[in-house]
């Protein structure tokens, strides 16, 4: 018999001698032997027909191999399967948790530090009189109507138009009474505004509850929540896409010139610092002074470095460093500064004058506050030791000379490693600080007014003069028209909440996990929208808008985790417990020894450690064992001889199966006690059987797709490889064997298609709402996803 072979083409030649080709369908292994020719030229083929009996050459060579069917139709096999992790994950963590983690954070914790670093008015007429915030939090949901309180639940606002919000209350100490009498006394539960609550968060009457309590109350069990009901609409804070605050970026500007940029972020000011490297001198752009370029040099000495020969230590000791450095050094002599004094003196010169001048600023006070708290702001200076912002300029001064003599220690603005994603309870945060500083400075004019009045009663209460109006009203605004309006950091955002989609449940949950960009969609730029390799795993490479938005607009992978800030505290000590020398302690020359790794953790320098991968190691067995938090990531950069630590917000993480000495931890018997119900998806956490890294941390990893592609050095395993993808694509059947935009077409016309939206969709009653189809039928193809 003959088989059959469809012939494209492209050819191959091998030598039939030496080579066996081996087909995974199978048998046996099918041997070529050519008596007549000694080369043979073989094609890329497909089998066509191929009949079951064998056939045998003259000398007994199997030249038609039988096909095992049952082999062709079975799944891949693989050591361990592991799907079922994935729905357990997703029992644990959900679609939304990160959304309810990070309002979770908000209410618990960074509203109390808001309050707490703003927390006393004291009256600028009687400096006696104060009030003070001793205590903040959030109360249940409620609504106050004919002067009783009642309690609210999420379906009673959406069928009543109301906004379901909570009441913040504080305790307050503070001093009352009349001239000469004045009495100190507290209160309990002072309300100060009221803040809208997000579904299933920590503060809703729908946290902890079961199905049959769900449906009580109105509630679909499957709706993830993670969104706000303002004025009766589902509203969702989508995910905003920003650049990593804090962190040094290397790029080019239009002319280019290269420039290393801070976007500096501290709880009091908000500042962009550029050093630039123009016509080989190196000067500071700095919104603070009129001159567009003041030199580097100068800001040094300024800062209290008047030696030269330091700032050249401070760089490394390679001569090709300090050759770099001579003429900015050179035009530092020209300018005729050499002293402090003397660059203080320059730069008050250049200062931008104040709108407002007071009479009791001192001229060197205003460049000394604006070196201390506007340049480089998140570079922390006690006192007037300015030394460490000296070694964080020399630190990016390097940076640059190092893009100068190697273009590849560029920084690439699209990865997604230099990226942090602001959730909606760090914009909340944002908001209720500046509405609450507002309201605090009202409430001390009032207070003003009153007590500047020589016939004022007698009776003063500071309490009375809070106003609520002011925090309500704001959160409510900004939540109903999507208008972010932050005046101290002048930021102004439009379009940051939108309408929940209710057209279908898929469409619902892909809007939860939707990103919006930074810039605006109209600019005709292609390295944006270009898929990045380091969104593997990470974004979706199929769920995109098309038009304008195409590729700016991103979503989330199906195991994509963003983290929120964490204690910095207790990891600043464990990695001086671990080795890291004290920066305070270092000398110039010392910072760039040849055998020692700089230590940065979230943008700070905390010193430098002999031995880096130790270092490294030691964090990742600690973060294993769970006694550091499962989102700390450890990121060893060997072209920049820097470890990087990083346990702040907006980080885009994943979990991956750890791989030690060519074996995957999670063997056959833990997956069996995760379907017995006995394990769960934390439980594989806490045992060090599976990790969290981020994008940065996964370039000190080897990730293998499946079991048979591990080699010794691999280090983690993919749960399972489809999780690339984001809740609508990883519902596509085979999206491997349709060409890419027929997926990105489908990720957006599947959130329209007709079906069931909740388990309460009768009466939800929104302009969204539409009628469900009659007589649902089940999918002709079906996957693990669905």
Known sequence: MVVHWLVTNSFDR?????????????????????????????????????????????????LSPAIDKQFLAAPIKRAVDKYQL?????KVRGLVKQHLDSFNYFVNTEIKKIVRSNSRIVSSVDPSIYLRFTDVRIGEPSVTMDGVSEKLDPQTCRLSDLTYAAPIKADVEYIHGSHN????????????????????SCCCVLYGKDEAELAKLGECPLDPGGYFIVKGTEKV????????????????????NINASVTSSSEAIKSKTVIQMEKEKLYLMLNQFSTKKIPIMVVIKAMGMESDQEVVQMLGRDPRYSALLMPSLEECGKEGIYTQEQALGYLESKVKKPMFPSASSEKDDRVMAILKDVFLANVRVHGNNFRPKCIYVAVMIRRIMDAILNKDAMDDKDYVGNKRLELSGQLISLLFEDLFKSMITEVRRAVDNILSKPSRSSRFDFSQYIVTDKITVGLERSLSTGNWDVKRFKMNRKGMTQVLARLSFIGSLGHMTRILPQFEKSRKVSGPRALQPSQWGMLCPCDTPEGEACGLVKNLALMTHVTTDEEEGPLITLCYT?????LAFLSGEELHAPNSFLVIFNGHILGKHRRPQAFSTAIRTLRRAGKVGEFVSVFVNEKQRCVYIASDGGRVCRP????????????????????????TFDDFLREGLIEYLDVNEENNALIALYEKDIKPETTHLEIEPFTILGVCAGLIPYPHHNQSPRNTYQCAMGKQAMGNIAYNQATVSDGYFTLPISLPSKTTIDDKNN
């Open 656 to 679: 991956l199966v750890i791989v030690e000495k060519g074996m995957s931890k999670v063997k056959e018997h833990h997956m069996k006690e995760l379907a017995d119900g006995v394990r």
């Open 578 to 582: 671990l080795g890291v020398e004290d």
């Open 86 to 90: 994935l729905p357990e994950f997703l």
């Open 14 to 62: 091998f030598d039939p001698r030496s080579t066996s080709l081996v087909l995974p369908f199978m048998k046996i292994e099918y041997r070529l032997k050519m008596e007549e020719t000694d080369r043979l030229i073989i094609d890329r083929v497909t089998i066509v027909t191929a009949f079951l009996n064998d056939e045998r050459g003259r000398d007994g060579t199997i």
């Open 181 to 200: 009498q004045k009495i100190q006394s507290g209160k309990t539960d002072v309300v100060i505004g009221r803040m809208p609550i997000m579904l299933r």
């Open 237 to 256: 804070l989508l995910i905003q896409e920003q650049l990593s605050k804090n962190r040094i970026i290397i790029d080019t500007d239009k002319k280019g």
